[in-house]
């Protein structure tokens, strides 16, 4: 009943930017934090940031001053600003939605790939 299309990814250099998009359809009504996972190969999937519908955050310490999560007014779209990047944060980067149907539930993007090389 959700569906999340991540966009934004590619290559950029060391110390440079880039800026990721989620957007929810579907049953959005539902949704109550969205966030930004992201997986390296032969990594298990971890958390990069979260927020509510309402703007409140939580970062992994590894991106902390880095990257920033925001929400846009429609409360459908997230975005992940990364700046100061690092080969360590090469990785897909996957989008959730988390709901209440009526009980927890995770929906998931399929990935952008976030290239991070000279």
């Known amino acids: 009943q959700v569906q999340l299309v991540e966009s934004g990814g590619g290559l950029v250099q060391p110390g440079g930017s880039l800026r990721l998009s989620c957007t929810a359809s579907g049953s959005i009504f539902g949704i109550v934090l969205m966030g930004w996972y992201r997986q390296a190969p032969g990594k298990e999937r971890e958390l990069v940031a979260t927020?509510?519908?309402?703007?409140?955050?939580n970062y992994a310490d590894s991106v902390k001053g880095r990257f920033t999560i925001s929400i846009d007014n429609a409360k459908n779209t997230v975005y992940l600003q990364m700046n100061s990047l690092k080969p360590e944060d090469t990785a897909v980067y996957y989008c959730n939605a988390r709901g209440v149907n009526p009980i927890i539930r995770d929906y998931w993007g399929q990935g952008t790939q976030v290239t991070v090389s000279s």
């Open positions: 927020i509510t519908r309402d703007g409140s955050t």
